[in-house]
C-alpha cells in the first residue's frame, strides 16, 4: 500500500502549450504555500512550444517543482491520472494552467477537505463575462447532461479545478477507460457507491491571457463518447464508443453509395459494394483521425495519405472478408442488397477498430 505524508498537499497542473501562462501561475502558488507542505507535478502533454523550457529554467532549484512529460497516450485526462499515481500528499488539487485558476483559491478549496471528500471550484455562469456567450451555453448544457448521468446536483461539474482526498483514487477510479473530456467526471462515477461528501465553492475565474482554448469539436466528440461509456456502466471503453459511432455513420454512407452505383450508375453489386467499402473506409480514417483519436492525431496531408495507405494494408483482412462476407451472402443466402452489405460490413468492423487503435493512431 503506497504511503502518503499528512499535512502535505500536491497540486497538479496539466499543461499543453502554456509557455507565457505557466511561470506566473508557478510563482503564483509559490507564493501562498510559502508556510505549507506541497509539490506541484506539472504534466506536460507534448508541448511544441516553451512551456518546459520555461519551467526548468525558472524553477531549475525548486525541488518542490517535478515536471512530467507524457510521450505516450496524450490527452488531458491520461495525462492527470497519470500525475495523480505518483503524488504524495494526502491532499491533492487539480486546476488548469493557463491561468483562468487563481491560485488564491486553492486553499479555501483545500479546508473544505477537513469536512468532506471532495471541494469543487465552482465557475458562476450566470454572470460569466470571461468566456463567450457559445462557451457558456456548451458550459450550461454539459452541466445539465452531467448531472442527469451521474445522479449528483452540481452546479459546475465540469470544472477544472477542484481539490480531494488520496482516499478517492481507487481502483475504479484508474482502471476506467475513459478517455474523455474531464476527469472530475470520472472521479465522481468511480465513486458514486461509497457515499461520498462533496462541496462546491466560488471560485474566480479569469480570462485566458495568452493562448488558444481546448474547447473544441474534439473535446466536444470526447466528452460525448464519455457520457455514453458512463450510461454503458464503464463497460465500453470511450473509444470504442467514438469509433462505433463513426462506423454508423460510414455505414448509412456506405448504403447511400451502394444505392448510388447500384441504380444510378448500373453497376454489379460487388462492384457497388467494393466502391462504397472503399469511400466509406476512407471517410471513417478522415473522421477517426479528426475526433476520435485527436491526440495522437495525424497533422500532415503527407502522413495522412501515408498512415491511410497502411490503414488500408493492415485493415486487408478485413476488406477481403468484407466483400467476401456481402458477395457470399448476395449470390449463397439471400439477393438482398442491402443486407448483404451489413453482413460485409459486420466482418470487418471490430478487426478494423482493434487493428485502428494498435496500429494506425498509437499513441506518439
Known sequence: MRKYIKKKISIIIPTFNEEYNIVNLINGIIEQFKEYNYEIIIVDDGSTDNTVENIFLEFKNNKNINVIQRELDRGLLQSIKFALQSITGEKFVVMDGDGQHSPKDIMPLIKELDHYDLSIGSRELQNMTSMSSGRVFLS?????????????KLS???????????????????????????VLLDLIYSNKSNKIKITEKKIDFYSRKSGDSKLNAQVMFSFMTQIISYVCKGLLPSKLIGFLIIGSLGF????????????????????SHVIATLIASSINFLLNNYLNYYNSKINTFKKVLKSMLKYYLVNLPGILANI?????????????????????????????????????????
Do not use: C, Q
Open 140 to 152: 450550461k448544457f454539459f452541466n445539465s447532461v452531467v448531472r442527469a448521468v451521474i445522479s449528483i
Open 156 to 182: 459546475d461539474p465540469l470544472t477544472g479545478f477542484f481539490a480531494g482526498r488520496v482516499s478517492l483514487l481507487n481502483k475504479k477510479f484508474f482502471s476506467l477507460t475513459s478517455s474523455g473530456f474531464k
Open 252 to 271: 448509412f454512407l456506405h448504403i447511400g453509395i451502394l444505392i448510388f452505383f447500384l441504380n444510378l450508375k448500373e453497376l454489379s453489386f460487388i462492384a
Open 324 to 364: 467476401w462476407g456481402a458477395s457470399f451472402a448476395y449470390n449463397i443466402l439471400l439477393k438482398n442488397e442491402i443486407i448483404s452489405s451489413m453482413i460485409g460490413i459486420f466482418f470487418d468492423t471490430m478487426f478494423k477498430y482493434f487493428v485502428s487503435k494498435t496500429w494506425i493512431w498509437k499513441s506518439n
